[in-house]
């Protein structure tokens, strides 16, 4: 593919110090943007079209023109909390290409006028953080980062904090408070971020790809940037994609491609001999789509209208050797322990549908109750001070709508097994 | 396998089995004078302090740290923390009892955490989870764990020894895996997360079948 941003020259040896990266064209765009006002800055970001790519998909530019002007204390932070399952795109670029992530953050910083940036990294990312920590050092050794950055009046201050193992940290105000030193609880919003974040500043937070991309932003301009990819999402975008393929990892892809060239083209389709069965277009939180949506362009538009979410970027696919019921308890379980508590209808909807399926699984469950489950469902979706709770319900919620067939066999296969279990146990 | 206590319904509210002493009055601060703290790790937690514009950001990085040097977060080390910080020991116990990597209880030297979520398991994690469980046996050095999303699908089915990534990983390599970690060689060095390619075709195109014999890389 010729348009490689983010994963340009990604394998080359010590890509991850300065003299590497530098030599590659590194910190060319930062200079660039010191050149440029704040304001002509973010008019590139906005031209870009840039959507974030931790999730939500919002406008990066946007983003930032809300942010208030005047001088007070702003912060940016980047959201290095990668923890959606099938995620692992944020991973990649931190520990190859950390000054990159460096640049676009000190680059979002000047055009949001931000003096304290910090990055928050999942604990597990022990190799990254380091790495991470490292190129930081150089970046700072170089005046890239700290007072009057290469001359300008632009100061920044950018600590690396390490996480210790919670999704919901994921989540932005539930980053933000455990960034405070608290429990990662989110928080009631509006306020938004933007308005009242760190520290009740007005905070800009983005992700990983999101900040790693602006440097080429930056360096092509804005509007050559939006020329890749669709209308409405445009660029180039990492898709990590998993589970039953052939060829798992990394790809870079131009926004709007069929998902079949991701799954079959790159990633070398399911193994001989099986299907494809269903797949997750944008991790875990994602409504399953099946073998009929492999058409459907990859982007976040189109993955709307079919029904699901683009999210993070990550496709994990499912082939027919994989029964629904295991597929949907296992993710089921992953939100309640994940879930952090605060809001009734997460912390009881997720342990609910576990005990449900669970139920299914061990021959106790009728056709109804397949029912009752897609009606908590219901009853978590939006309910809710963050998206915990959705995340699960729209991937169980859209599993028993297109797998209810299976379903319903499995409880009648089940329960035939526990009847004749007991029979033979009484004698 | 070590379990983090938690409410069957309420995922993160560990310690909730935890009987309260009502005749005790709250733990205040501690006191600086009555409460001796390594100077080492005294000085780690003031310096981390130092990097947030509010000390309380350095919580979780000071438990760390706290973790590192008494193996898990006891009372003794929550009591040290606390001092430093300047903050009650209830504080940082909401804050330690909520993240899976800061322990609650003591637990081995070497963790061995195998990822058990979506991708993973489609791939033979769970099999893998019970080889590891199976082979560390009662061993007292080890903390293995399932765990959530580690974040490295590419090389499922994974674990992360001591911070260190493998994978794909196959039944066979889990007596090697544990040996290496119990005698502080490097895990695994060949399958280790830190030398796979990512934009080179054939750093992706290992052999689909979970438990398929490793080819030469490096």
Same mark, same amino acid.
């Given at each position: 593919m010729s348009d490689v941003l983010l994963f340009?020259?990604?394998?080359?040896?010590?890509?991850?110090t300065l003299a590497v990266y530098e030599a590659r064209g590194g910190y060319a765009s930062l200079r660039k943007a010191l050149e440029m006002t704040p304001a002509q800055v973010l008019e590139q970001l906005e031209s870009s079209g840039l959507r974030g790519r931790?999730? =939500?998909?919002?406008?990066m530019g946007k983003k930032v023109s809300f942010l208030p002007q005047g001088s007070m204390d702003k912060y940016l932070v980047c959201? =290095?909390?990668?923890?959606?399952?099938?995620?692992?795109k944020d991973r990649e670029l931190m520990q190859k290409t950390p000054h990159t992530l460096i640049e676009g953050i000190v680059i979002a910083s000047y055009a949001a006028g931000a003096q304290r940036s910090f990055i928050y990294i999942r604990g597990e990312y022990v190799l990254q953080a380091d790495v991470l920590d490292a190129a930081l050092a150089e970046a700072r050794e170089a005046g890239y980062?700290?007072? =009057?950055?290469?001359?300008?009046d632009h100061s920044l201050s950018l600590v690396v904090h390490r996480g210790a193992g919670?999704?919901?940290?994921?989540e932005e105000t539930g980053l933000l408070d455990s960034l405070e030193g608290k429990r990662g609880n989110p928080r009631l919003k509006p306020p938004f971020p933007a308005n009242?974040?760190?520290?009740q500043g007005p905070t800009l937070i983005n992700n990983v790809e999101t900040l790693s991309t602006v440097p080429s932003i930056v360096a092509m301009g804005g509007e050559n940037y939006a020329k890749?990819?669709?209308?409405?999402?445009?660029g180039t975008k990492l898709v990590s994609i998993s589970g039953h393929v052939q060829r798992p990892g990394n790809y870079e892809i131009e926004l709007g491609i069929p998902s079949r060239e991701i799954i079959y083209?790159? =990633?070398?389709?399911?193994?001989?001999g099986s299907e494809i069965k269903c797949w997750f277009?944008?991790?875990?939180?994602a409504p399953v789509l099946t073998a009929?949506?492999?058409?459907?362009?990859?982007?976040f538009d189109s993955l709307a209208k079919a029904g699901s979410m683009l999210g993070s970027g990550a496709i994990i696919v499912v082939d027919d050797s994989t029964p629904i019921v295991d597929l949907a308890l296992k993710v089921a379980k992953f939100y309640r322990h994940e879930s952090?508590?605060?809001?009734t209808p997460c912390r009881e909807g997720t342990n609910w549908t576990v005990k449900m399926l669970e139920r299914i699984d061990s021959g106790e469950?009728?056709?109804m109750d397949l029912d009752i489950m897609a009606s908590v469902q219901d009853h978590i979706?939006?309910?809710?001070?963050?998206v915990l709770g959705d995340a699960m319900a729209m991937p169980i919620g859209s599993m028993i709508a297109k797998f209810r067939e299976e379903f319903e066999a499995h409880i009648e296969a089940a329960r035939a097994h526990q009847e004749l279990a007991l029979a033979g146990g009484g004698g | 396998m070590a379990e983090v206590p938690r409410l069957p319904n309420a995922p993160?509210?560990? $310690?909730?089995d935890r009987p309260a002493d009502l005749g005790k009055d709250p733990a205040l601060i501690p006191d600086p004078a009555s409460t001796p703290v390594p100077q080492e790790l005294r000085e780690t937690i003031e310096e981390l302090m130092a990097?947030?514009?509010?000390?309380?950001?350095?919580a979780i990085p000071a438990l760390h740290a706290a973790q590192e040097l008494h $193996?898990?977060?006891?009372p003794e080390a929550i009591e040290q923390v606390a001092c430093v910080m300047g903050v009650t020991p209830a504080y940082l116990d909401s804050v330690a009892s909520?993240?899976?990597? %800061?322990?609650q209880q003591p637990v081995g030297r070497h963790s061995v955490y195998v990822c058990t979520n979506i991708s993973c398991s489609l791939r033979g994690a769970d099999a893998l989870l019970e080889a590891v469980v199976q082979a560390a $046996?009662?061993?007292?050095?080890f903390n293995v764990r399932a765990f959530?999303? %580690? $974040?490295?699908c590419d090389i499922a089915p994974m674990a992360s020894v001591d911070g260190v990534y493998v994978g794909? %990983?196959? %039944?066979?390599?889990v007596p090697q895996l544990l040996e290496d970690a119990r005698s502080g060689r490097p895990v695994l060095p060949h399958k280790q997360l830190a030398t796979r390619l990512v934009a080179d075709p054939h750093a992706n195109?290992?052999?689909?079948?979970?438990?398929a014999p490793e080819e030469g890389r490096p």
């Open positions: 340009k020259d990604i394998d080359e040896p010590g890509l991850n931790g999730g =939500a998909g919002f406008q959201n =290095a909390d990668e923890s959606e399952p099938g995620t692992f980062v700290g007072e =009057a950055i290469l001359g300008s919670a999704y919901i940290c994921g009242q974040g760190l520290y890749l990819g669709t209308e409405t999402s445009t083209g790159l =990633a070398g389709g399911p193994p001989q277009p944008g991790g875990s939180s009929d949506d492999l058409d459907v362009p990859y982007d952090c508590g605060k809001c469950a009728t056709p979706i939006g309910n809710c001070l963050c | 993160r509210a560990a $310690g909730w990097r947030y514009p509010e000390r309380h950001s350095a $193996g898990w977060c006891s909520f993240y899976d990597m %800061l322990e $046996g009662d061993d007292a050095d959530e999303c %580690l $974040g490295a794909p %990983l196959e %039944l066979a390599d195109s290992q052999e689909f079948a979970p438990h």
